[in-house]
């Protein structure tokens, strides 16, 4: 148990790092700087005019914690899955002779393939009437999403 809880802190801080720089960038370039060439790409629901900053910042500290919520998610089923190797019941193998290089390759498409189609499929599930405001609406309450909304999932 020690380890699987040292494992899941451990990528928790390692997700939660990757988060912070990269949508910290984005949102430094989108926002802050306010790159030209990116400008016309927003979503803006009118939250940035000053009239609206109390609430446009009340929706990113919302967004900021419910990706920190995910992050904790991903560190689980990382670390779920990692522990699910090292005991032997899952296929994953690092040696690339024992499959071969075309299979290596492959297996990044295939792998893209059923994460899409599994994604495409719960994210329409999420839509239902019946779900929607059970697990998906947090994912909808950003009017002008900023980077920071990257992982803003309900959890």
């Not at 990113?60 to 990692?82: D, H, N, P, R, T």
């Not at 690092?94 to 071969?100: E, T």
């Not at 909808?140 to 920071?148: A, E, F, G, L």
Request: net charge positive; proline share 3%; with cysteine.
């Amino acid at each position: 148990m020690f380890i699987f809880l040292s494992l899941t802190l451990l990528m928790f801080v390692g997700v939660l790092l990757r988060y912070f720089v990269l949508a910290g960038v984005a949102y430094w370039t989108c926002w802050i700087f306010k790159c030209e060439a990116l400008q016309t790409r927003r979503i803006d629901g009118g939250m940035t005019e000053s009239r609206q900053l109390p609430k446009f910042r009340a929706q990113m500290q919302s967004e900021i914690f419910y990706s920190i919520l995910a992050c904790a998610i991903f560190a689980l089923a990382g670390s779920g899955i990692y522990i699910a190797w090292k005991l032997g019941w899952t296929k994953v193998y690092l040696d690339i002779s024992q499959y071969g290089w075309g299979y290596f390759f492959l297996s990044f498409w295939i792998a893209a393939f059923f994460h899409e189609t599994y994604f495409y499929w719960t994210h329409r599930w999420m839509h239902g009437v019946r779900v929607f405001r059970k697990v998906h609406k947090v994912h909808h309450d950003s009017k002008s999403p900023t980077p920071w909304a990257a992982f803003s999932f309900h959890p």
